[in-house]
Each structure stands twice: as C-alpha cells, then as structure tokens.
C-alpha cells in the first residue's frame, strides 16, 4: 500500500513538473525580438521581502503584490536604457494593467524624489508607482547587478522570468507574454 501511495505521489509530481515545463517552453516560444532576452526559469525562484520605500514615504513589500502577475523593473534616474523603456513599461501597463496584472517600478540606488518625478514627468510617465531602494537593499537581496533589470513574479511572489538590459515592452511579443501569464498559461 505504501510503494502504491508513491507511485501515484511521484506520478502526480513529474506530471506537474511536465506541466510547467510545457507551460515554460509555450512562454519561450511567445518570445520575439527583444524579449529573446528575457529568461525563464525552469521552476519558480523565492524572492525577498526586503522593505523598500513608496513615493507616499511609507513601505512596501513585493509580497503586497500577492494573487497578480508582476513585472518588476529596476532602474535609476541616471539610467539611458530605462529612460528608453519605462514609456514602453507604462504603455503595458496601461494595455495590460488591473486586478491580475501590474507593472511595478522600484528606483535603485541614489535617486532623489525630485529628479525622479521630473524623470517620469520629461518621459511621460504618469501611470507607474515611484517607489525607491536608497541603500539597494531589495536589489541586492534579489541579485541586481546592472541596470535595467526587470523581473516577472507569478502570482504568489515567486521570480518566473529575468531579463537584463531594456527591452521594448510594448511589443507584440511582450504583450503576448503578459496575456498568455494572465491567462492561466
């Protein structure tokens, strides 16, 4: 009765491990252009729950963001690559954004409040959350290393996908990607 019970233990596990692996390489195959740059891991990675400040002068936390799909960008005010994307990042947001889906913006390292607002503010941006990590604290904890460097959590907090560098986030690609999560993929 024992061996039976593992059997169908083990059976149900790689038949869950299959499952994500296919859901995985269907991701993958949504990849174009610059998204060819984004990463997915072959199973879910544990993030850090590392305070970091909100534009209000409070605290947040990336598990404040529990039950939706998130694309998580770091970046700087001094950043020329993320001067580029964060227009293309709130345009997803605005196409994409809502109750299972946001675009979360976390400015690392120095970045006084006011150069960040003009920053959003010379780009356009008016639709993304200016939350900072002063001392990279979050960035750290999450192996930032460069700038940009965007993240894809799933719904329960956990990194799914990693690209280094910008990349047009307003593509067809990168919507298809964002959809296809959303959807349940």
């Given at each position: 009765?024992?061996?039976?019970?593992?059997?169908?233990?083990?059976?149900?596990?790689?038949?869950?491990?299959?499952?994500?692996?296919?859901?995985?390489?269907?991701?993958?195959?949504?990849?174009?252009?610059?998204?060819?740059?984004?990463?997915?891991?072959?199973?879910?990675?544990?993030?850090?729950?590392?305070?970091?400040?909100?534009?209000?002068?409070?605290?947040?936390?990336?598990?404040?963001?529990?039950?939706?799909?998130?694309?998580?960008?770091?970046?700087?005010?001094?950043?020329?690559?993320?001067?580029?994307?964060?227009p293309?990042?709130?345009?997803?947001?605005?196409?994409?954004?809502?109750?299972?889906?946001?675009?979360?913006?976390?400015?690392?390292?120095?970045?006084?409040?006011?150069?960040?607002?003009?920053?959003?503010?010379?780009?356009?941006?008016?639709?993304?959350?200016?939350?900072?990590?002063?001392?990279q604290?979050?960035?750290?904890?999450?192996?930032?290393?460069?700038?940009?460097?965007?993240?894809?959590?799933?719904?329960?907090?956990?990194?799914?996908?990693?690209?280094?560098?910008?990349?047009?986030?307003?593509?067809?690609?990168?919507?298809?990607?964002?959809?296809a999560l959303?959807?349940?993929?």
């Amino acid at each position: 009765m024992r061996l039976l019970r593992q059997i169908v233990l083990y059976t149900a596990l790689a038949l869950g491990a299959n499952t994500a692996l296919a859901d995985v390489a269907a991701l993958e195959a949504l990849r174009d252009g610059d998204m060819k740059k984004l990463n997915f891991h072959s199973t879910p990675q544990p993030v850090s729950d590392t305070p970091f400040a909100t534009w209000e002068g409070g605290e947040g936390r990336l598990s404040d963001y529990a039950g939706k799909h998130i694309v998580l960008n770091f970046w700087a005010t001094w950043c020329a690559p993320c001067r580029k994307e964060m227009p293309q990042l709130s345009q997803l947001q605005a196409e994409l954004g809502g109750d299972s889906f946001e675009v979360v913006t976390i400015a690392t390292g120095r970045n006084p409040p006011q150069a960040m607002q003009r920053f959003f503010e010379e780009i356009g941006v008016d639709n993304l959350p200016l939350h900072m990590d002063p001392k990279q604290a979050l960035a750290r904890e999450m192996a930032v290393m460069g700038l940009p460097i965007t993240v894809i959590l799933n719904p329960e907090g956990q990194e799914i996908a990693r690209m280094r560098g910008d990349a047009d986030w307003s593509s067809d690609s990168a919507k298809a990607i964002v959809s296809a999560l959303i959807a349940g993929m």
